[in-house]
């Protein structure tokens, strides 16, 4: 059963067709694979090759494009026809004399799409220069343009199932964050750390388990929390040190990300400092969120909070999210920082990462919300503060 609705999928459709005609794109080629997931269902590890969505302007139901060998997985988890899911043969495949996007320009001549406007998604992770200039060799009359974000900014206001799917992501990021706080103690390895939270997240709950995240666990420890983005060692946590958890729980490949800081052991007076001070300014950020606001709105009030500090934070204070793949789980089209004027509209959800980092360490406490009516609901439930580990007891 697919996880949304066939009218969902086209009205979907629709409104990409409504951003492509203002683009004046006639065919949309897409490679990302979470648009591909957005617009056709289609859900299987094989972005390591070439493959495609076309979405063509004037056809009613797109086409997939990919490997033979996983053609039958867009059979078994798109809406669309057979006969709209193609493949190219299995010697195109890491050739130097062939190339899938000799394949796909072949399919485009025999829909007489070859002269057409033709939008690709230049910034996508997954859509290669040597594509790029494939495509234009066989296609040389064709019209290229870049429509990276199209079908991303399509995505930015959720559905109602959308929203559900990613509570229950939320509910699966508070169990990874349990076992994540339970797991870190003097003297376990940060190895066993991970592999407890994987089996965490990817369990679930007894209604609805997990998926894999598009971003492995992020366990910085010690020093190391002065840069936000390391993963784990097989080195053992010592007594004293403050180690960064940022996780995702994943459900229907839609991602509800959550950080939180623990101290292992009496925090310094400036790491307490901080913690407090960080989590002042996200409940200040939270609490201006309502539809019409804009996110450098939401980023000023973070911002006038830690300023008064003498904090200063380049980085943006988060982004929006939903349906993601490997690399990432952001949207990469809205973001909450300065100069950004988007404005607010119910049902649009974000990751808020007020994350600080210093010389020697970093804190990072974070919240997935959605936009609502009135106000704004944080998705992801767990103590809001730096946790303090005894041996004795858990403490904010």
């Given at each position: 059963m697919m996880p949304f609705s066939l009218e969902e999928y086209q009205d979907r459709l629709r409104k990409t067709k409504a951003s492509m005609q203002k683009m004046g794109i006639d065919v949309l080629?897409?490679?990302?694979?979470?648009n591909m997931n957005y617009l056709s269902g289609y859900d299987g590890w094989s972005f390591y090759v070439d493959q495609m969505l076309i979405v063509i302007a004037d056809e009613e139901e797109p086409i997939w494009i990919g490997r033979k060998m996983d053609a039958n997985a867009a059979i078994a988890t798109t809406w669309l026809k057979p006969q709209h899911v193609l493949y190219y043969p299995e010697d195109h495949i890491h050739s130097t004399v062939k190339h899938p996007m000799d394949y796909i320009a072949s399919v485009l001549k025999d829909f007489?799409?070859?002269?057409?406007?033709?939008?690709v998604e230049m910034a996508s992770y997954y859509f290669s220069a040597l594509a790029y200039v494939k495509l234009k060799e066989n296609l040389p009359n064709a019209k290229f343009q870049d429509a990276s974000l199209l079908v991303?900014?399509?995505r930015i206001v959720k559905s109602e199932q959308e929203i559900e799917y990613i509570r229950r992501a939320a509910t699966i990021a508070g169990l990874g964050m349990e076992t994540a706080v339970a797991m870190i103690q003097e003297g376990t390895r940060e190895c066993d750390a991970a592999?407890?939270?994987f089996k965490s997240l990817v369990t679930g709950t007894d209604s609805y388990?997990?998926?894999?995240p598009s971003i492995v666990p992020l366990l910085p420890a010690g020093k190391n929390t002065s840069t936000p983005h390391l993963t784990w060692t097989d080195r053992k946590y010592s007594r004293n040190e403050i180690v960064i958890i940022e996780l995702a729980g994943c459900h229907q490949r839609y991602h509800a990300p959550m950080a939180r800081t623990v101290s292992l052991g009496k925090p310094s007076e400036e790491v307490?400092?901080?913690s407090n001070i960080l989590v002042e300014g996200l409940n200040a950020?939270?609490?201006l969120i309502k539809p019409g606001v804009t996110l450098e709105e939401v980023e000023y009030a973070w911002n006038r909070v830690i300023s008064k500090h003498g904090i200063v934070k380049e980085s943006r204070l988060g982004y929006p999210i939903g349906i993601g793949y490997p690399p990432d789980w952001g949207e990469h089209t809205a973001s909450i920082r300065k100069g950004d004027g988007t404005v607010l509209e119910p049902n649009m959800a974000f990751h808020m990462i007020p994350g600080?980092?210093?010389?020697d360490y970093g804190i990072e406490i974070s919240e997935t919300f959605r936009v609502t009516e009135d106000g704004c609901e944080v998705l992801t439930d767990f103590q809001r503060g730096l946790i303090v580990k005894d041996q004795f007891h858990i403490a904010m």
């Open positions: 080629l897409i490679t990302d694979p979470a007489r799409q070859a002269e057409r406007r033709i939008g991303n900014w399509v592999a407890a939270i388990g997990g998926d894999y307490m400092d901080v950020a939270l609490e600080l980092w210093f010389d």
